[in-house]
């Protein structure tokens, strides 16, 4: 028997909705919204009934009967650190999402729209691999000031999603792999995947690995000091100089890797900024091959800019010496939720408890 399934990908400016039949998308909507309206309600969770009512009407404009859904799958959201899977919204989850258990981000409203309409139905609710995914092993914990514990913040929908799509591809289990996965798009994040784990990341939000085209990356923390007491700053000030207005946008004024290649061709400042890249992410991967002991299955590259031949042969003459590449441009995230949901309601995966 199929499986209708309506996935809710919520962002700070739209909410991306999906219905799929299985696998297959039978349809999708970005529905976008002002800043007018949002600038209404007064957090997040404050935007639940608003959202909501989009995508019920968006459904009744479709002539979709929501009654006919065996499931709903919401983005996952800022929760405490889990290990990756699918996940039931259960009350506490449900609870940590609306508070913002490690921050306030559209994200959490995934959750709480696929419980809230699931209820209605009498379907089952999941989320899939969130954020604050952490599998981190002791020992990559550690920063060097006990105070500031490195954390694990990165693409974890994404890159599970690749790499059990290269294990199925591959007629193996993802538990008997050992791979290095590479997520390249408005942050950049590179992780070591072993035996089903990911046992060490960059984090991609602020302060972890490459630069990106909108994050700085780890940046000298001397430097790092002297600009935050230099009276110059607000501390939301230099917050943006590392998350939002790093990397790319920094030096060139643009967080798009196509306008970077195409300034590198007569621009020496580009041609540098755009080769310092490269050697940043393919420094993050030969760390973490050292991370797995230099015994790598599979060197998976993913995210907007993998559409980019340039940069994929630039990394493969920096780092196909690890091992050989896979490349998944792009990130299809609606349909790594989908296969979350289809997971745990085949009967290959248990849903986890929160």
């Known amino acids: 028997m199929s499986v209708k399934s309506l996935i809710i990908n919520p ?19 970005t529905l976008r ?27 009744k404009e479709k002539d979709f009967d929501i009654k006919s859904l065996n499931m709903v799958v919401g983005r996952g959201g800022m929760l405490k650190p889990i290990p990756g899977g699918t996940y039931a919204v259960s009350d506490e989850l449900l609870e940590d999402l609306k508070i913002g258990k490690q921050g306030q981000h559209a994200s959490n409203l995934g959750g709480i729209l696929a419980r809230e309409i699931g209820d209605e139905i009498g379907v089952p609710s999941y989320i899939v691999d969130p954020v604050v995914v952490d599998e981190l092993m002791p020992e990559a914990r550690l920063s060097g000031v006990p105070e ?57 939000l602020d302060g972890d690995g490459a630069f990106s085209p909108e994050r700085a990356g780890g940046v000298p923390v001397g430097g790092l000091i002297k600009m935050c007491f230099s009276g110059e700053y607000t501390e939301a000030e230099v917050y943006k100089k590392l998350v939002g207005n790093g990397g790319f946008n920094a030096y060139l004024n643009t967080n798009d890797m196509r306008d970077v290649i195409k300034m590198a061709e007569d621009d020496e400042h580009a041609k540098l900024v755009r080769d310092a890249f490269i050697l940043q992410v393919s420094k993050d991967m030969g760390s973490m091959a050292s991370v797995l002991k230099g015994k790598v299955d599979r060197i998976i590259v993913t995210g907007g800019i993998a559409y980019n031949a340039w940069v994929i042969d630039e990394l493969k003459a920096a780092c196909e010496w690890i091992a050989p590449f896979t490349v998944y441009a792009g ?3 609606l349909l790594a939720l989908v296969q979350g949901g289809l997971r745990v309601l085949n009967g290959e995966e248990e849903a986890k408890e929160y």
């Open 11 to 29: 962002g700070s400016t739209s909410t991306k909705i999906g219905v799929f039949e299985d696998e297959t998308l039978l349809f999708e909507e």
């Open 33 to 59: 919204h002002s800043t007018e309206e949002i600038s209404q309600y007064a957090s997040i969770v404050d935007q639940k009934s608003f959202r909501k009512d989009i995508i019920v009407n968006l459904l």
């Open 148 to 204: 500031i514990p490195r954390v694990s913040v990165f693409h974890a929908l994404n890159q599970k999603a690749v790499a059990k799509r290269y294990a199925k591809e591959a007629g193996k289990n993802y538990e008997d792999l050992n791979l290095i996965v590479v997520h390249m798009g408005g942050g950049v994040s590179v992780g070591a995947h072993k035996n089903g784990r990911i046992v060490d990341v960059f984090n991609a």
């Open 331 to 333: 990130e299809d995230e």
